[in-house]
């Protein structure tokens, strides 16, 4: 039984299009997070949710929506997609203040 | 200050052999010090992880060995073996009120073990 999955595992799409990844945690933990991973493969924290409410927002455009539904759930809708934002994104769950997080394995998106 | 510093960028191990991962970082706020490991395709796992106040933790053949004073910390796989072979991430972590803890990644290690 997979802890956190993110659907779907890639997306390919055009530049300008409008896409959604979806993210759900069986954890019970009450944060969830989404990092981005770059071509370098450097991982950088992109939005923290506790409870629903929005915590950490790391100066992420506002193209980049984050919206959670309830504490389970984290999904990252994403507008007018640029050739930059080509990354691999990953969902994470932790139950603070235990700092242990959890991720996700990951959506290869990609923009053409 | 919110950085961390990993090194090598890549390393190369022989089976049997010990492989080092080095990390340092500067803000002392910094309260717990994960490790990930990553296989292509895949999240990162968490490996194992220390408290600052703690100088040394083992489990199994990985052990980290964290100098607060020189905040550095560092990864060691004892008996590397070919299935050891991924990229490892050091991180630090910064808590916001209970609420939700920030990682900031090291720039990872690629390990190849050769048979």
């Known amino acids: 039984d997979t802890a956190v999955s993110q659907t779907p595992k890639y997306l390919v799409t055009q530049m300008g299009n409008d896409k959604s990844i979806k993210c759900e945690q069986n954890?019970?933990?009450?944060?969830m997070y989404w990092y981005k991973q770059d071509s370098k493969k450097f991982l950088k924290i992109m939005f923290s949710?506790?409870?629903?409410?929005?915590?950490i927002n790391e100066t992420v455009p506002n193209r980049f929506s984050p919206k959670s539904p309830d504490k389970a759930h984290l999904n990252l809708h994403i507008n007018s997609l640029e050739l930059g934002d080509s990354a691999v994104y990953f969902c994470?769950?932790?139950?603070?203040?235990?700092?242990?997080?959890?991720f996700g394995q990951g959506t290869r998106l990609t923009v053409v | 200050q919110q950085q961390v510093k990993q090194s090598p960028q890549s390393l190369i191990v022989q089976k049997g052999g010990i492989s080092i991962i080095n990390c340092a970082y500067e803000n002392t706020a910094f309260d717990y010090f994960p490790w990930y490991q990553q296989f292509p395709g895949k999240g990162p796992a968490l490996l194992i992880a220390i408290r600052p106040d703690v100088s040394e933790k083992k489990e199994g053949r990985f052990t980290i060995s964290f100098n607060k004073s020189a905040k550095q910390f560092s990864l060691h796989i004892m008996d590397s073996q070919p299935g050891d072979s991924a990229t490892y991430f050091c991180a630090a972590s910064i808590g916001y009120g209970g609420a939700t803890n920030k990682l900031i990644f090291g720039t990872g290690t690629l390990l190849a073990v050769q048979p």
């Open positions: 954890l019970g933990h009450d944060t």
């Open positions: 949710y506790n409870n629903k409410e929005l915590i």
């Open positions: 994470a769950s932790s139950h603070p203040p235990a700092p242990e997080a959890f």
